[in-house]
């Protein structure tokens, strides 16, 4: 202590007590603690910090040896997310290629039918592919050209595109929609044929090839 602070303590006539800083009541906060824990405030940190602006002058540890025994409140799960499920176009277009009434259970009917009722473009695209499918399953060739300006006025370009690769083959597709007989058990020889030649890494000459068609179709006894 230097001399002056000496000097000035001797010099005075009446003794001035020391000012004490107050320290804060706990208890002072207990009730406003109590009500912001009711409010679902269930962490110590942030009750500290909220009463240390109000004046509170002890450690974080006292707000938490005080909070820690009041009753946790259960609080409601939250409820469990619907998961969204998405179609691949793939798998819309075989179904809306279909009729309604083909429409089996496991499919998503209700979404198809908002699906036709919001979209009015895939509406209309349905029909006409549906009209399509129609003809060709009722050999009704002769509508077939008025199917196409139908497909044209539509103005869906996919549509459109469709339409000119009928145009440029419009005599055979024409033969196919009208006529009984089919192509389609000489186009699966061929694929047959391509098969086994791609076994043979293509190298086959013809006469091996002829030779491995012939055996390929005589049936295994062995196996009847």
Same mark, same amino acid.
């Given at each position: ?43 110590? =940190? ?7 602006? =109000?004046?509170? !002058?002890?450690?974080?540890? !006292? ?5 820690? =025994?009041?009753? &946790?409140?259960?609080?409601?799960? #939250?409820?469990?997310?619907? @998961? ?5 176009? @793939?798998?819309?277009?075989?179904? +809306? ?14 979404? #198809?039918? =908002?699906?036709?009722e919001e979209n009015p473009l895939i509406k209309a695209v349905r029909e006409i592919a ?6 060709? &399953?009722? @050999? ?11 497909? +044209? ?17 419009? &005599? ?6 009208t006529s009984e007989w089919s192509n389609g058990q000489v186009e699966g020889q061929v694929n047959r ?14 006469? +091996? ?16």
């Amino acid at each position: 202590m230097s001399r002056r602070t000496v000097a000035k303590y001797w010099n005075r006539i009446e003794f001035v007590p020391k000012a004490s800083r107050k320290r804060s009541n706990i208890l002072d906060f207990e009730n406003y603690l109590q009500q912001r824990w009711q409010e679902g405030q269930q962490s110590a =940190k942030a009750l500290y910090e909220e009463i240390s602006d =109000k004046g509170f !002058t002890y450690s974080q540890a !006292t707000v938490y040896n005080m909070v820690r =025994k009041y009753p &946790k409140s259960v609080l409601e799960p #939250l409820p469990a997310s619907v @998961k969204a499920t998405y179609y691949s176009s @793939k798998q819309l277009s075989i179904w +809306l290629g279909m009729y309604q009434n083909d429409w089996e259970d496991y499919m998503p009917i209700e979404f #198809l039918r =908002k699906l036709l009722e919001e979209n009015p473009l895939i509406k209309a695209v349905r029909e006409i592919a549906l009209e399509f499918r129609q003809l060709m &399953k009722a @050999k009704q060739g002769n509508q077939l050209q008025d199917w196409c300006n139908k497909a +044209l006025d539509s103005g869906v370009e996919a549509l459109k595109g469709f339409v000119r690769g009928v145009k440029q083959d419009f &005599k055979a597709i024409f033969q196919a929609f009208t006529s009984e007989w089919s192509n389609g058990q000489v186009e699966g020889q061929v694929n047959r044929l391509k098969n086994i030649k791609r076994q043979m890494y293509g190298r086959a000459s013809f006469e +091996l090839l002829r030779k491995r068609v012939i055996m390929m179709g005589i049936p295994d006894f062995h196996q009847m």
